[in-house]
C-alpha cells in the first residue's frame, strides 16, 4: 500500500506517483484530496486506489481497470471516458457523471447531478439516491439505474442504451418511452446491486429510445461515385461531397443529415428592444416625422443611381387603424365573411405596393409620352 | 470559465476573518480564472462612506475627485492610495445615484458602500493580498471572483465584483455568458442607467440595482432573473445584510454550498470550499438547476 498525501505534493505529481505505484502492482491510498480535480486520471492499472476525502473534477478519468472509492464526494465528470474498471463515490456526484463511459462501472452513494452518463456507450451508471435533470442525455449504449427520482427529461436524446428508474420518472425526454423490464433486466440489476451491496428491492420503471428522432421513411442512398469537373487550379466549390450531397437531395427531397442542425424560433414581440422608454414618448411628438423609407442604390463609381422612397403608411386601404390592430381584424372578418367580401379582400393587398414610387431616370424617361 | 466564491459568518462579532477566507477560497479555484481577481468584502468599522476609484499613476485623476467631491458637498475624512487604486471616506447625505454618477464621471469608481469595499485587479488572489492587505480586512461577509476573460479586455475596470450603479453596499461576481445582453442593456439605458464596460457582468449588477430602485425586495429580484436573463449563470449577490445566489435552468455552470452552525459558503467547486476545511471532507449540496436564495445576518 502506497500513500499520497495532496497536501504535501501537486496533483500533477501525485497523479505521477500514482501510476508509479500502480504500475508496481501496489495499490493506493490518497490523503487530504480536499476535492482536488484530475485525481487518477488516465490510471490504466488494476489496483485499488482509496480517496479519503472528496475528489474535484474528472476523478478516475480516461482509467482502464482500476478500482476507485472515493469517500465523500466527486466533482463534475466522475469516470469521464473510462475504459473498465470501477468507482464507487461514498457521497454525491456533480454534473455529468459518467460522462462518455466507454465501460466499467460507477456507482454513486448520493445523488447525481445533471446530464448523467452523457454520451455514454457502454458500461454502468448507479446512482442510489436522486438523480438531477437530463440523465442519459444522448446516451447510446450503456445501462443507468436510478434508485431515487429520475430528474426531468430523463433520456433527452438517447438513441440506445437503457435507463431504470426504481423512484419517480418525473418526465421523459424527447424520443424516450418506457418500456418494460423484462427478467434478465431485473436479474442483471439485482446482481449489480448486491455486488456493491446496495439494498433495493422495489420495481424499476425502463426507459429506452422510442425511435422517433434522427430517423426517415427515405433511407439516404447509397453514395456512388458520380462524374463532376475538376480543375486543375486546386480546390473549388465542386467536389465529390458536394456532387454527392445534391444528388442525395434530389432522391429524397432533404439535405441529408450532417449533425443535429439547429432551429431558430420566430422573433418574439419580447426580442424588440425600445431605444427610448415608451413611457417618455408625449402624445404630442409626430413620430411619422421621423421615418424615412427611402433608399438610393447604386450612387458609387459614377453610376446612375436608383432611388427608391415610399410614403409612411399608417392606414391600410380599407381604413382600419393599424394601431387599433384593425388590419388584422379586418383581414380575419373578411375572411370568415362571405364570397362578395373575400373578393375585395384580394382588392385592397396591392395598395401598398403601387404606393411605393420608383424614381429612376430610365423608368421616369419610359413614362413621358 | 470563472470562478466565484462567496461567505457569510452567522454570528456578529466572532470568527470574522473574511479576507483570509476569500483569499483561500479563490485560490483554490484560482485555475478557473488566472486573469484577474477580485473581492467585494463588507468591513467592519468603516466611517462615512467608502469610494475606491481605479486611478492606475494618474495624479490628475485624484485632483478630479477630490474636486467632484467638494462639488457634491462630502467631506473627505481619510484618503489613501493603495494598488492601482485610490481610496476615500468621506461624510456625505443624500441620494447615492446621482453622487456616484457625478463621481463616475471624475474617475473609474469601483464601489461605494458604509460597509462595502470593492477590490479588483488583473493577477491572482495572492497577487492582490500582497498589493492590497486583503488576509488582513475584518468583516461580516463578502464575495470573490476569478476571472478568465470571454467577453472583454483583461484589465482592472472588466474584473469582477461589480457595483450595482447607484446602490450603495450592492455587488455582483458571475460566472457564465448573458446571451441577451444588448436587449437586457438597451432597456435599462433607457430606464436612465449608464454602463462602464461591455462586461455582461455590468448588466447583472445594473439588473439588481434597477429591480431595487423600484422597491423590489432582493429575493425577488433574483427570482426575476433567472426568468429575464438568458444564457447560462451562476451569480452570487451580496448586500450590506447578506448575500444571495441565482442559477440559471441549464445549470451549466457550477455552484456548490457548503453551511453550518457558523457559516454558509458557497463557491463554483467544493475545492474552493476545502480550503476554509482542509483535510475534511465536507457536506456539501448544489443548488437545484433555476433556483435563487438569499441569506441575511438576522439569520
Same mark, same amino acid.
Given at each position: 500500500?502506497? +500513500?499520497?498525501?495532496?497536501?504535501q505534493?501537486?496533483?500533477?505529481d501525485?497523479?505521477?506517483?500514482?501510476?508509479?505505484?500502480a504500475s508496481?502492482?501496489e495499490?493506493?491510498e490518497v490523503?487530504?484530496?480536499?476535492?482536488?480535480h484530475h485525481?487518477g486520471v488516465?490510471l490504466v492499472?488494476p489496483v485499488s486506489?482509496?480517496?479519503?476525502?472528496?475528489?474535484?473534477?474528472?476523478c478516475a478519468?480516461l482509467?482502464?481497470?482500476?478500482?476507485f472509492?472515493?469517500?465523500?464526494n466527486?466533482?463534475?465528470?466522475?469516470?469521464?471516458?473510462?475504459?473498465?474498471?470501477?468507482?464507487?463515490?461514498?457521497?454525491n456526484?456533480?454534473a455529468i457523471?459518467?460522462?462518455?463511459?466507454?465501460?466499467?462501472e460507477?456507482v454513486?452513494?448520493g445523488?447525481l447531478?445533471?446530464?448523467?452518463?452523457?454520451v455514454?456507450k457502454?458500461?454502468?451508471?448507479?446512482?442510489?439516491?436522486k438523480?438531477?435533470?437530463?440523465?442519459g442525455y444522448?446516451m447510446?449504449g450503456?445501462?443507468i439505474i436510478?434508485?431515487?427520482?429520475s430528474?426531468?427529461?430523463?433520456?433527452?436524446?438517447?438513441?440506445?442504451g437503457a435507463?431504470?428508474?426504481?423512484?419517480?420518472v418525473q418526465?421523459?425526454?424527447?424520443?424516450?418511452?418506457?418500456?418494460? +423490464?423484462?427478467?434478465?433486466?431485473e436479474a442483471s440489476?439485482?446482481?449489480?446491486?448486491?455486488r456493491?451491496?446496495?439494498?433495493?428491492d422495489?420495481?424499476?420503471?425502463?426507459i429506452?429510445?422510442?425511435?422517433?428522432?434522427?430517423r426517415?421513411?427515405v433511407?439516404?442512398?447509397?453514395?456512388?461515385?458520380?462524374?463532376h469537373t475538376?480543375?486543375?487550379?486546386?480546390?473549388?466549390?465542386?467536389?465529390?461531397?458536394?456532387v454527392?450531397?445534391?444528388?442525395?437531395?434530389?432522391?429524397?427531397?432533404?439535405?441529408?443529415?450532417?449533425?443535429?442542425?439547429?432551429?431558430?424560433?420566430?422573433p418574439?414581440?419580447?426580442?424588440?428592444?425600445?431605444k427610448?422608454?415608451?413611457?417618455?414618448?408625449s402624445a404630442?411628438?409626430?413620430a411619422l416625422?421621423?421615418?424615412n423609407?427611402a433608399m438610393?442604390l447604386?450612387?458609387?463609381?459614377?453610376a446612375?443611381?436608383l432611388k427608391?422612397s415610399?410614403p409612411?403608411?399608417n392606414?391600410?386601404c380599407?381604413?382600419?387603424?393599424?394601431?387599433?390592430?384593425g388590419h388584422?381584424?379586418?383581414?380575419?372578418?373578411?375572411?370568415?365573411?362571405?364570397?362578395?367580401a373575400?373578393?375585395?379582400?384580394?382588392?385592397?393587398?396591392?395598395?401598398?405596393v403601387r404606393a411605393?414610387r420608383?424614381?429612376?431616370?430610365r423608368?421616369?424617361?419610359?413614362?413621358?409620352p | 470559465?470563472c470562478? !466565484?466564491a462567496?461567505?457569510?459568518f452567522?454570528t456578529?462579532g466572532?470568527n470574522?476573518?473574511?479576507?483570509?477566507?476569500?483569499?483561500?477560497m479563490?485560490d483554490?479555484c484560482?485555475?478557473r480564472?488566472?486573469?484577474?481577481t477580485?473581492?467585494a468584502?463588507?468591513?467592519?468599522?468603516i466611517?462615512?462612506?467608502?469610494l475606491r476609484?481605479?486611478?492606475?499613476?494618474?495624479?490628475?485623476?485624484?485632483?478630479r475627485?477630490?474636486?467632484?467631491?467638494?462639488?457634491?458637498?462630502?467631506?473627505?475624512?481619510?484618503?489613501?492610495?493603495?494598488g492601482a487604486?485610490?481610496?476615500?471616506d468621506?461624510?456625505?447625505?443624500?441620494?447615492?445615484?446621482p453622487f456616484a454618477?457625478?463621481?463616475?464621471h471624475?474617475?473609474?469608481?469601483?464601489?461605494i458602500?458604509?460597509?462595502l469595499? !470593492?477590490?479588483?485587479d488583473v493577477?491572482?488572489?495572492?497577487?492582490?493580498?500582497?498589493?492590497?492587505?486583503?488576509?488582513?480586512i475584518?468583516g461580516?461577509h463578502?464575495i470573490?471572483?476569478?476571472?478568465?476573460?470571454?467577453e472583454?479586455?483583461?484589465k482592472p475596470?472588466?474584473?469582477?465584483p461589480?457595483w450595482?450603479?447607484?446602490?450603495?453596499d450592492?455587488? !455582483?461576481?458571475h460566472?457564465?455568458?448573458?446571451?441577451?445582453?444588448?436587449?437586457?442593456?438597451?432597456?435599462?439605458?433607457?430606464?436612465g442607467?449608464?454602463?462602464?464596460?461591455d462586461?455582461?457582468?455590468?448588466?447583472?449588477?445594473?439588473?439588481v440595482a434597477?429591480?431595487?430602485?423600484?422597491?423590489?425586495k432582493l429575493e425577488?429580484?433574483?427570482?426575476?432573473?433567472?426568468d429575464?436573463?438568458?444564457?447560462?449563470f451562476?451569480?452570487?449577490?451580496?448586500?450590506?445584510?447578506?448575500i444571495?445566489?441565482?442559477?440559471?435552468?441549464?445549470?451549466?455552470?457550477?455552484?456548490?454550498?457548503?453551511?453550518?452552525?457558523?457559516?454558509v459558503?458557497?463557491?463554483?467547486?467544493e475545492?474552493?470550499?476545502?480550503?476554509?476545511?482542509?483535510?475534511?471532507?465536507?457536506s456539501?449540496?448544489e443548488?437545484?438547476?433555476g433556483?435563487?436564495?438569499t441569506w441575511?445576518?438576522?439569520?
Amino acid at each position: 500500500m502506497v +500513500t499520497i498525501d495532496l497536501s504535501q505534493v501537486s496533483v500533477r505529481d501525485g497523479n505521477e506517483l500514482l501510476r508509479a505505484a500502480a504500475s508496481r502492482g501496489e495499490d493506493i491510498e490518497v490523503l487530504n484530496p480536499d476535492a482536488r480535480h484530475h485525481i487518477g486520471v488516465g490510471l490504466v492499472a488494476p489496483v485499488s486506489v482509496k480517496v479519503k476525502g472528496s475528489a474535484g473534477y474528472f476523478c478516475a478519468g480516461l482509467s482502464h481497470g482500476a478500482r476507485f472509492e472515493v469517500e465523500s464526494n466527486v466533482g463534475w465528470g466522475v469516470g469521464d471516458s473510462m475504459y473498465a474498471g470501477s468507482v464507487v463515490v461514498g457521497g454525491n456526484a456533480g454534473a455529468i457523471a459518467g460522462v462518455a463511459l466507454r465501460g466499467g462501472e460507477v456507482v454513486v452513494k448520493g445523488n447525481l447531478g445533471s446530464r448523467a452518463g452523457q454520451v455514454m456507450k457502454a458500461g454502468t451508471l448507479l446512482c442510489c439516491g436522486k438523480a438531477s435533470f437530463l440523465a442519459g442525455y444522448m446516451m447510446y449504449g450503456g445501462r443507468i439505474i436510478i434508485l431515487g427520482d429520475s430528474g426531468e427529461r430523463v433520456g433527452e436524446d438517447m438513441s440506445a442504451g437503457a435507463i431504470f428508474v426504481g423512484g419517480k420518472v418525473q418526465s421523459l425526454g424527447s424520443d424516450a418511452k418506457i418500456a418494460e +423490464t423484462t427478467a434478465e433486466d431485473e436479474a442483471s440489476i439485482r446482481e449489480f446491486l448486491a455486488r456493491y451491496g446496495v439494498k433495493f428491492d422495489g420495481p424499476f420503471t425502463k426507459i429506452v429510445n422510442a425511435g422517433t428522432k434522427l430517423r426517415y421513411g427515405v433511407n439516404e442512398p447509397i453514395s456512388r461515385p458520380l462524374p463532376h469537373t475538376v480543375f486543375s487550379e486546386g480546390e473549388t466549390y465542386w467536389n465529390a461531397k458536394v456532387v454527392e450531397d445534391i444528388h442525395a437531395k434530389s432522391l429524397i427531397g432533404r439535405y441529408r443529415i450532417r449533425g443535429y442542425g439547429a432551429s431558430k424560433a420566430v422573433p418574439h414581440l419580447g426580442d424588440i428592444a425600445l431605444k427610448i422608454d415608451p413611457s417618455r414618448l408625449s402624445a404630442a411628438q409626430d413620430a411619422l416625422k421621423t421615418v424615412n423609407l427611402a433608399m438610393t442604390l447604386g450612387d458609387r463609381h459614377g453610376a446612375v443611381p436608383l432611388k427608391l422612397s415610399m410614403p409612411v403608411l399608417n392606414e391600410d386601404c380599407t381604413g382600419a387603424r393599424l394601431e387599433d390592430g384593425g388590419h388584422c381584424r379586418e383581414h380575419r372578418r373578411r375572411r370568415h365573411a362571405g364570397g362578395a367580401a373575400r373578393r375585395s379582400r384580394t382588392a385592397h393587398l396591392p395598395v401598398p405596393v403601387r404606393a411605393a414610387r420608383l424614381e429612376h431616370p430610365r423608368h421616369a424617361a419610359r413614362r413621358r409620352p | 470559465m470563472c470562478g !466565484i466564491a462567496g461567505i457569510i459568518f452567522k454570528t456578529p462579532g466572532t470568527n470574522q476573518v473574511l479576507g483570509r477566507a476569500l483569499v483561500d477560497m479563490l485560490d483554490g479555484c484560482q485555475h478557473r480564472g488566472p486573469d484577474s481577481t477580485g473581492f467585494a468584502l463588507y468591513e467592519d468599522g468603516i466611517k462615512g462612506l467608502r469610494l475606491r476609484f481605479l486611478t492606475g499613476e494618474d495624479s490628475a485623476a485624484i485632483e478630479r475627485i477630490r474636486a467632484a467631491l467638494a462639488d457634491q458637498k462630502a467631506t473627505i475624512i481619510k484618503e489613501k492610495r493603495e494598488g492601482a487604486t485610490f481610496v476615500v471616506d468621506v461624510e456625505y447625505q443624500g441620494d447615492i445615484q446621482p453622487f456616484a454618477y457625478a463621481m463616475e464621471h471624475a474617475a473609474k469608481l469601483v464601489s461605494i458602500g458604509s460597509s462595502l469595499d !470593492i477590490i479588483k485587479d488583473v493577477g491572482t488572489s495572492h497577487d492582490l493580498d500582497k498589493t492590497y492587505h486583503i488576509s488582513e480586512i475584518r468583516g461580516s461577509h463578502g464575495i470573490g471572483h476569478v476571472r478568465l476573460a470571454t467577453e472583454s479586455d483583461v484589465k482592472p475596470e472588466a474584473a469582477h465584483p461589480f457595483w450595482a450603479t447607484g446602490f450603495a453596499d450592492v455587488a !455582483i461576481v458571475h460566472n457564465g455568458q448573458i446571451t441577451n445582453y444588448w436587449k437586457m442593456r438597451r432597456r435599462l439605458e433607457a430606464r436612465g442607467f449608464e454602463f462602464r464596460t461591455d462586461n455582461d457582468s455590468e448588466l447583472i449588477a445594473v439588473y439588481v440595482a434597477d429591480k431595487l430602485a423600484q422597491g423590489i425586495k432582493l429575493e425577488k429580484a433574483l427570482e426575476q432573473s433567472v426568468d429575464d436573463l438568458d444564457g447560462t449563470f451562476s451569480f452570487l449577490v451580496s448586500t450590506k445584510d447578506g448575500i444571495g445566489f441565482a442559477k440559471d435552468r441549464l445549470a451549466a455552470k457550477p455552484m456548490v454550498m457548503y453551511e453550518d452552525d457558523g457559516l454558509v459558503a458557497i463557491a463554483s467547486e467544493e475545492v474552493s470550499l476545502n480550503r476554509l476545511f482542509p483535510g475534511k471532507p465536507l457536506s456539501t449540496t448544489e443548488p437545484a438547476p433555476g433556483t435563487f436564495r438569499t441569506w441575511s445576518r438576522s439569520i
